[in-house]
């Protein structure tokens, strides 16, 4: 499964997400511009203009998108666009479900988006640790999955085995990781206690690998990344994570507290959605391998493995390359 869409698709599905989001006077400037972003930079249609599209009702929209996988992008995107909505309201909810409703696609912002609503963010945080309980095992690292985690002491087997690292050779992956935690001031997973250490060191492989930064448009801009190579849902709810932690803010992910708006921020949206393209380029997905067994390889040499394209600017501050 794909995020991209054929050339002669895109108007409709940007007909459909249009409708999906007009609401309350009609999208946000914030909507508007991520889903202008994903037209010009993931879509590759600059020619078109969103003031020109005439949205598509739900039943409209279902009759248009008989496809499953158009369907599931569709839905994909509407939930991004949600969360781009300040403040989130019923009216944005309910005109989202009739339409997820309409083309038979659901997931699981929805209890989530509707707990934060109706009953506010105390609750919608439970129904989101409960969703990371779920979601992030899927993710660990696949060496550590088997290994008892604390959420409050530290672990030095694995503390050991990461500073190991830094004997490797310059510009292997391991030393790069290593490398990494210097430059970003962050600590090794396992030196402080975090049920999420053995997700951290997948997760921060995956930096290193691709070359995305640890700004808040960057985290969300490396789920998209992965989404790009992989329409799956894990890395759909990786996704999911970032845009609620980094956009809606009424969770956290360990280290990371809630922010909010950040896609708003100058060059935010194009960010996602030019890696969401440069995810779709890959030859693999790598988030979920055994990052530790080849941590003597040259980060060159892994990077060509999987088909990982250097970013657009390197220079933008939201990279390392």
């Not at 600059?46 to 409209?60: A, F, K, S």
């Not at 403040?87 to 989202?96: I, V």
């Not at 609750?123 to 993710?139: E, G």
Request: glycine letters at 8%; proline letters at 7%; one cysteine or more.
């Amino acid at each position: 499964m794909t995020v991209r869409l054929g050339s002669d698709r895109v108007e409709v599905v940007l007909a459909a997400l249009l409708g999906a989001i007009d609401v309350e006077g009609g999208p946000t400037e914030e909507q508007r511009m991520v889903l202008g972003a994903l037209c010009v930079h993931l879509w590759e249609r600059p020619d078109l203009d969103l003031d020109r599209i005439i949205p598509l009702g739900p039943d409209e929209a279902a009759a248009a998108l008989p496809e499953p996988t158009e369907r599931r992008t569709f839905h994909e995107v509407l939930v991004a666009l949600e969360t781009c909505r300040h403040p989130l309201t019923s009216a944005q909810l309910e005109r989202a479900e009739q339409y997820d409703r309409a083309l038979s696609v659901s997931g699981a912002e929805i209890a989530m988006f509707r707990d934060l609503v109706t009953q506010g963010v105390a609750t919608a945080a439970t129904d989101f640790a409960r969703f990371l309980d779920t979601t992030m095992p899927l993710r660990f690292e696949p060496s550590l999955r088997e290994l008892p985690i604390s959420a409050s002491e530290p672990e030095p087997a694995i503390v050991d085995a990461l500073r190991a690292l830094q004997d490797l050779p310059v510009g292997t992956l391991g030393r790069e990781f290593i490398e990494f935690h210097l430059r970003n001031d962050l600590p090794l997973p396992g030196e402080e206690g975090s049920s999420l250490n053995h997700f951290y060191v997948a997760h921060d492989m995956t930096h290193v690998i691709t070359g995305i930064g640890t700004t808040a448009a960057a985290e969300v801009a490396l789920s998209a990344f992965l989404l790009g190579i992989e329409d799956n849902d894990i890395n759909m709810a990786a996704l999911l994570s970032s845009l609620i932690v980094h956009e809606v803010g009424f969770g956290s992910a360990g280290k990371v507290t809630g922010e909010s708006h950040t896609l708003a921020a100058p060059g935010a949206a194009e960010l996602i959605a030019t890696e969401l393209a440069r995810g779709s380029r890959c030859a693999a997905d790598f988030s979920t391998i055994d990052h530790l067994a080849i941590a003597a390889v040259p980060l060159a040499e892994v990077r060509a493995r999987f088909g990982v394209a250097p970013p657009p600017d390197p220079h933008d501050g939201h990279h390392h390359w």
